[in-house]
């Protein structure tokens, strides 16, 4: 009797690229659905909006570079980003930023580069950042959470797309009456005009880590990213060493003087410390490749973080941290490349 | 606050830049230049063969690295070794020039019909990387492993009896045995 | 007793084991025909002794070592040698390689060696490791390297240590557990043999905690031999702890150097497979004629484990299972992970079959389509060499040798694990075993470059000293020519 014939291994496991992206995304939803609680439904125009942008953007990559269309729009990943982008956006942002941000993320970042496993940019950061040097007005201007004594405008979901769609708010509603800044942005703002570290926390903004309702939601992102810990997708050296230096930091200024600098919880529950500590960071082609590479990495990213925050022109930094990281990544992949079995040590 | 970290953080770059500067200073040309041979050196085949006309690999090296000789003079190392030298050197890629020979498409050694050598040591003198054995008046023989294919022992042979052959033991003959499992097993 | 975990990397596999361990291992019938090939062992192959139209008997001498590295070949059956030509052979994978082939006269005639040797105590070591090599033994894990040359190697040394291996390397295979579970004292008495024959005073028999059955029987075969220089070691079950390297890391601690052999850290290591046929040859005069095979997987109607004559076609095994399922769908020779796709089940068992899984869909994993590699790290942390494969297959699809040299794809052991894992489903082994040899190659061409420079140096060196050592004589002859004058 004739038998075909494999190389070995004969067996794999039933894993997937396009396995691992739909649970990011499924841990990426209790983010998205404290955010729609505080922020109203701006999140999930902004989403639809991404994903369509990123899909159409992919498939037309895709068909200029003559890949399978359906392998790869299926995998996943412009969706992750998408939703990592949208997710960074402002809820009422007009359309055509979220459009132009996630087309640049996927047609350049991605690409550009040569798709998917070759970029060298987290693409939905790249998009970011791009909209953030170019549109910061709009990029800063958040709306309250909706919580006691903070809203006074409630806008129901077709005003919510027509605002978006249009870049105008309904009639008889004026934009400093819905915005309101982020907390990050807020303390910012405050410690510039001279307040103390007191006087500042004391607006209603905030809670008691970091800005009411975004607390929940980071709660939520963390436990996400417990999901995905759990589930073998991330492994725990980025998220760990992020937060860690952030919070180390965050505590040495603390503790240096409590008054002009905040503390370690606020950091590390404020902006995007966890959704970049368990989304954006750990983003594999992007990141280091060996755990100790990966230490250093997302070390770097949490410094950088903390110092943009701190001292640099923008209220967050978790963005520019992790690009920046991004581009020290061949230089940190060469020289922590682990011992060998069997070898003394590395030469 | 701001202005401070950015003046920390320039007048620390400006110093490391002069430490990097002082210390290639301290180098200096000729170690630098030695350096440089030793590079190009260990780019080139050894073969010793002086195809290059020169008198062997490191000979071949230093006059690339004074200016006196061209990268593309190496038919051994070929269109492979002449690319590394000009990445190494920063040059535009060359390919080799044939006028300083054509090498055959297998690997060669040199072979001594043992019955019809006289032993007359010439090809023993010749040898550069001392692959021949025998003595005077005595049957000589050439280690194939050893042996680089430089062809320098054919023309000394007064009897000609020196021919180059494939080079049958190679890793080739390592990787057919491959197929068994890599690993250890026991 | 526990072993220390040192090993890091690995997998948790389903063994498959209790299909193929539920019944006792039954003896195959003997072939019509036995196709021996000549180099079914490591090194060089062996060259015949015996011509077409020869009558041998069971157990007589076929082949003679080729070389240092091989091994002598004895006859399965009684029969005629109807030929010695290129047959296709199972370790090829189907490729020809030049055996003997015997056709069986039935007769079953015994050969009786030259010598008998039970009381193996009262002869020297030198004398036993030569009378075990010319029991044709190999090691029967899967590497068939013959063990007289891994015990002529160890001469000399002192306080070495004994491994004996009952981890089994492979998902499906049980052959090893099972010949624990009803052999355990011929396993002991190899032990005793290979003792002596090292001169070693320590012998660990380490098995992976699955198999308790196994455990109890050496435990009590142990008790029975009374010898203080056996202890028996349990380890994780963990793919690949069945691996030389792997294991011994995981008993002794200690790493194998790259570029070394577990000798070079005082261990010689053996299958526990290995040890009872020592002690077969030895205490019964039997050469490795026969070996325990698995013949295991959802395409065979009854998985059991055979004691099977070398140079039975594994059609005849099968049929022993009585036959396939209609679900067959692939004949593997060795486990899912390493394992030969064979392409034919009329080749013969050679000497390194442990195993035939005659695999349905079931068993086996449908690879998806291949995707980008995203450095996602599943399978650095699971190599069990503690390689980057990602990396590795960078350097590859850039034709990249200094890197594949800088992220050590020659200490790969093509183990599977990162294969297994990857989210890509990268065929990363093959791809590895394809970059290998120009890798060697590379390897091989710049150490004799290197080589070459050195003698060329020390021949400048020293014609010149010579061309020095000349004219300071001459210039000595001149003066004494003046002092003369």
């Known amino acids: ?347 | 606050m701001t202005d401070l970290v950015g003046f920390i953080v320039i007048m620390a770059l400006a110093g490391l830049a002069f430490v990097m500067q002082r210390a290639a200073a301290r180098v200096g040309s000729e170690a630098a230049r030695s350096v440089l041979i030793d590079r190009i050196d260990s780019l080139l085949p050894q073969t010793q063969c002086r195809r290059c006309t020169f008198e062997g690999c490191r000979p071949y090296a230093t006059a690339i690295a004074e200016g006196r000789a061209d990268i593309n003079q190496c038919p051994p190392g070929g269109d492979e070794t002449a690319a590394a030298l000009a990445r190494l050197l920063g040059r535009p890629a060359k390919k080799v020039d044939h006028r300083f020979g054509v090498m055959p498409d297998v690997p060669m050694v040199a072979m001594i019909d043992e019955l019809a050598c006289i032993g007359c040591t010439k090809c023993i003198q010749a040898c550069p990387v001392d692959a021949i054995v025998g003595a005077s008046r005595h049957m000589h023989t050439v280690i194939a492993a050893a042996c680089t294919g430089c062809e320098l022992c054919i023309p000394p042979c007064p009897v000609d009896c020196i021919a180059m052959r494939p080079a049958s033991e190679s890793v080739t003959e390592v990787i057919r045995l491959a197929p068994l499992p890599a690993a250890h097993m026991v | ?485």
């Open chain 1, 1 to 347: 009797m004739r038998f075909p014939t494999s190389a070995p291994p004969h067996v794999v496991a039933p894993n997937t690229v396009g396995r691992i992206m739909r649970l990011v995304i499924y841990a990426l939803l209790p983010t998205m659905a404290l955010h729609v609680v505080f922020f109203g439904p701006g999140l999930i125009v902004q989403s639809v909006l991404a994903i369509a942008t990123a899909l159409a953007a992919e498939a037309l990559a895709l068909r200029l570079r003559g890949r399978p269309l359906r392998l790869y729009l299926t995998d996943g990943t412009a969706v992750v980003t998408a939703l990592l982008l949208a997710l960074c956006l402002p809820p009422l942002a007009p359309w055509w930023l979220v459009v132009s941000g996630t087309a640049f993320a996927i047609l350049l970042a991605k690409h550009a580069f040569g798709g998917l496993g070759m970029n060298i940019f987290n693409p939905a950061m790249v998009g970011y950042a791009v909209l953030l040097v170019s549109f910061p007005a709009q990029l800063l201007t958040w709306l309250p959470p909706d919580v006691a004594g903070l809203r006074s405008v409630e806008l129901s979901f077709s005003q919510t797309l027509t605002t978006i769609l249009t870049g105008q708010l309904p009639d008889a509603l004026r934009w400093d009456a819905v915005t309101s800044p982020t907390p990050l942005d807020a303390l910012r703002t405050s410690l510039a005009m001279g307040m103390t570290m007191q006087e500042a926390r004391a607006s209603p903004i905030f809670g008691t880590f970091g800005g009411r309702g975004w607390e929940w939601i980071n709660l939520a992102t963390l436990a996400g990213g417990i999901a995905l810990l759990l589930l073998r997708v991330i492994r725990w050296h980025i998220p760990v060493a992020m937060l860690a230096s952030l919070a180390a930091c965050a505590s040495v200024m603390y503790a240096l003087d409590p008054g002009t600098y905040a503390g370690p919880m606020f950091h590390l529950t404020s902006g995007a410390s966890l959704l970049g500590a368990f989304f954006i960071a750990t983003d594999p082609v992007s990141a280091a490749t060996s755990d100790r590479g990966r230490l250093i990495y997302a070390s770097g990213i949490g410094v950088l973080t903390y110092v943009i925050r701190t001292w640099g022109g923008y209220p967050d930094g978790v963005a520019f941290a992790v690009l920046l990281m991004n581009l020290a990544v061949p230089l940190i992949d060469r020289y922590t490349i682990p011992r060998i079995y069997g070898h003394p040590r590395r030469p």
């Open chain 3, 1 to 485: 007793m526990l072993a220390r975990i040192g090993v890091r990397g690995g997998l948790r596999l389903d063994a498959h084991k209790e299909r193929s361990t539920a019944a006792p291992i039954a003896v195959a019938p003997a072939p019509r025909v036995a196709v021996l090939p000549l180099d079914q062992h490591a090194g060089e192959a062996a060259i015949p002794i015996v011509s077409t139209g020869d009558t041998v008997a069971v157990g007589q001498p076929i082949a003679r070592p080729g070389a240092e590295l091989s091994a002598w070949l004895h006859a399965p059956i009684s029969g005629r040698v109807v030929a010695i030509e290129p047959r296709p052979a199972a370790h090829r994978a189907g490729e020809a390689s030049m055996s003997v082939v015997i056709a069986n006269d039935g007769r079953e005639t015994r050969y009786v060696p030259e010598r008998s040797l039970s009381d193996y105590a009262n002869i020297t070591p030198l004398e036993l490791r030569e009378w075990i090599e010319r029991g044709g033994i190999v090691g029967l894990g899967g590497a068939a390297f013959p063990t007289a040359v891994k015990l002529a190697r160890a001469t000399d040394r002192s306080a070495l240590s004994l491994l004996l291996n009952g981890a089994e390397c492979e998902p499906f295979i049980s052959c090893d557990e099972m010949l624990m579970r009803e052999r355990a004292d011929d396993i002991v008495y190899g032990a005793r043999v290979l003792l002596h024959a090292l001169e070693a005073d320590e012998c660990v028999i380490a098995l992976e905690d699955s198999s308790p059955q196994a455990a109890d029987a050496l435990r009590a075969a142990l008790a029975r031999a009374d010898d203080a220089r056996i202890r028996l070691v349990t380890v994780p079950t963990l793919y690949p702890v069945g691996g030389e390297r792997q294991l011994i890391t995981a008993v002794f601690g200690r790493e194998v150097p790259s570029d070394g052999w577990p000798l070079d850290i005082g261990i010689v290591s053996q299958n526990v497979a290995t040890a009872a046929a020592v002690a077969r040859w030895i205490r019964d005069g039997e050469p490795l004629i026969s070996r325990i095979v698995t013949v295991t997987g959802d395409g065979v109607a009854r998985p059991r484990n055979l004691e099977a004559r070398v140079g039975t076609p594994i059609a005849e095994l099968i049929a022993a299972c009585d036959g396939y399922t209609p679900r067959v769908e692939r004949l593997l020779m060795g486990g899912t992970m390493m394992g030969i796709a064979l392409p034919s089940d009329e080749l013969a068992v050679v000497k390194a079959t442990n195993c035939i899984v005659a695999a349905s869909a079931l068993d086996l994993q449908q690879r998806a389509p291949e995707m980008p590699c995203i450095r996602c790290g599943n399978c650095s942390e699971v190599c069990p060499a503690f390689l980057l494969p990602q990396q590795i297959h960078a350097s590859a699809r850039a034709n990249d040798l200094a890197g594949l040299e800088r992220y050590g794809l020659m200490d790969c052991i093509e183990c599977g694990c990162c294969d297994y894992v990857c989210p890509s489903q990268i065929p990363l082994v093959e791809r590895f075993r394809t970059a290998k040899p120009q890798l060697a190659a590379h390897l091989q061409a710049r150490a004799s470059a290197r080589a070459s420079r050195l003698r060329y140096e020390n021949r400048r060196e020293r014609l010149a000293r010579l061309e020095a050592e000349r004219r300071a004589r001459l210039e000595e002859k001149r003066r004494l020519a003046r002092q003369k004058v």
